[in-house]
Every structure is written in structure tokens, then in C-alpha cells.
């Protein structure tokens, strides 16, 4: 009983952390505040996380914070893993591009990274920067030169793709966050789905020509 309180309290605190940034941001996470939030001692935040920013941690990694490496591929790892180049890397900016348009909270806390650097935005930032290499690491980078899916002439290495992968992370974080407040982009129509459609229709395309030259 013992071990499924502390794993109900430890839900109860980090799901607290994800309530109380919707509703107040980062100005309104104090260990009080979260403590009453979940209806739980503060003393339980250090014994089980060891303060504040222990808690902050955990809910990057545990809580829906950031997409998870099962979501980015589609649901399915090893299908993704067996697809080719364009295909993982079309899939990934679609799944991108949908996880972060579900995650109002994660947005706020993005445009909040960079206007209120502290030890809590910045607990979040090393989560979310540690989940992008190691998702990379997994099942991008590589000898993509072996696998006959890029002609001799346009050889891409892994610093290269990698390079390639963060500028396309960085598009789409920021026009993501830009529809939250700003309707059109060149344009495009960040408000409705049709307009991310053809966003990710033109995504695969420019994938597909740098992938089969």
C-alpha cells in the first residue's frame, strides 16, 4: 500500500505541476503552491523529488510535457526504424507538428523559455534538448551512405542530417507557437488544419528531393 500511495502522490505532485502552469505559469510554481494543488504535505516534493526543481524534472520526463519517442514515430518503433530516410524523417515533422498543436501548456512554457530564464524553464529545457538528440541518435543518425537512400553525389553525414532535423524542429516550434496568437504567415493560414496540411505536404516534399537527389 506504502508503494502505491508514494506512486499516486508522486502522479498527484507532477500532474499539479502541469495544472498549475496552465493556469498561472512559472510565476505561479512554489512548493506551497503545488503542494495545495495536489492536497498533499510540501515536505512529500523533497522526499520523493528533492525540491522544486527535482519536481519540474520529473514532470519533463513523466508528465505530457514532450512528445515521447513512441508518439514522434507514429505508434509504432520498429515499423519506423524499418521505413527509409524520407519516410522517418516525414513522419517525425508530421508527428512533430501534431503533438506540439495538442500541447497548449508545452507552448506557453516555450514562449516563457525565452523571456523568463530561471532554474525551472531551464529544468525544462535540458528534458526537452536530452528527448530531440536522443530521439536523433536512435533513429537518424548513420551511415545513411550503406543504405543507398541518398545518391554519392549528396552524400549527407550525421552532422549534416542532424543540422538538418533542428532547423526543421526550430520551424515548426516557432510557427506552432506563432499560431497561438498570430493567424497567417505568408499566407498560410495557421489556424486552420488545411493550411498545416499543406505544411506537411510541403514538408515531405522538399524531405523527398534532398533524400533521392
Same mark, same amino acid.
Given at each position: 500500500m506504502k508503494i502505491r500511495d508514494k506512486h499516486l502522490t508522486r502522479k498527484r505532485l507532477i500532474a499539479s505541476v502541469?495544472?498549475?502552469?496552465?493556469?498561472?505559469?512559472?510565476?505561479?510554481?512554489?512548493?506551497?503552491?503545488?503542494?495545495?494543488?495536489?492536497?498533499?504535505?510540501?515536505? &512529500?516534493?523533497?522526499?520523493?523529488?528533492?525540491? !522544486? @526543481?527535482?519536481?519540474?524534472? $520529473?514532470? =519533463?520526463?513523466?508528465?505530457?510535457?514532450?512528445?515521447?519517442?513512441?508518439?514522434?514515430?507514429?505508434?509504432? &518503433?520498429?515499423?519506423?526504424?524499418?521505413?527509409? !530516410? @524520407?519516410?522517418?524523417?516525414? $513522419?517525425? =515533422?508530421k508527428n512533430f507538428i501534431r503533438a506540439l498543436r495538442q500541447r497548449p501548456v508545452t507552448c506557453e512554457i516555450m514562449v516563457w523559455e525565452m523571456s523568463e530564464r530561471n532554474e525551472l524553464t531551464e529544468e525544462l529545457e535540458a528534458v526537452r534538448e536530452s528527448s530531440m538528440v536522443e530521439f536523433f541518435n536512435m533513429f537518424l543518425a548513420g551511415p545513411l551512405e550503406k543504405k543507398n537512400e541518398v545518391p554519392d553525389s549528396q552524400i549527407l553525414s550525421a552532422d549534416d542530417l542532424q543540422a538538418i532535423v533542428m532547423l526543421m524542429g526550430a520551424a515548426i516550434s516557432y510557427l506552432v507557437l506563432r499560431s497561438?496568437?498570430?493567424?497567417?504567415?505568408?499566407?498560410?493560414?495557421?489556424?486552420?488544419?488545411?493550411?498545416?496540411?499543406?505544411?506537411?505536404?510541403?514538408?515531405?516534399?522538399?524531405?523527398?528531393?534532398?533524400?533521392?537527389?
Open positions: 502541469g495544472s498549475l502552469l496552465a493556469k498561472k505559469g512559472f510565476k505561479g510554481i512554489g512548493v506551497n503552491a503545488v503542494a495545495r494543488e495536489a492536497g498533499v504535505d510540501k515536505v &512529500l516534493i523533497y522526499r520523493y523529488f528533492g525540491g !522544486l @526543481s527535482g519536481l519540474i524534472a $520529473a514532470y =519533463g520526463r513523466e508528465g505530457d510535457f514532450w512528445p515521447s519517442a513512441l508518439e514522434l514515430a507514429g505508434g509504432d &518503433l520498429r515499423a519506423f526504424a524499418e521505413s527509409s !530516410l @524520407s519516410e522517418r524523417l516525414s $513522419a517525425m =515533422g497561438r496568437s498570430i493567424a497567417l504567415y505568408g499566407g498560410l493560414d495557421l489556424s486552420s488544419d488545411s493550411g498545416w496540411q499543406r505544411i506537411e505536404q510541403a514538408m515531405a516534399k522538399m524531405i523527398e528531393a534532398m533524400t533521392r537527389g
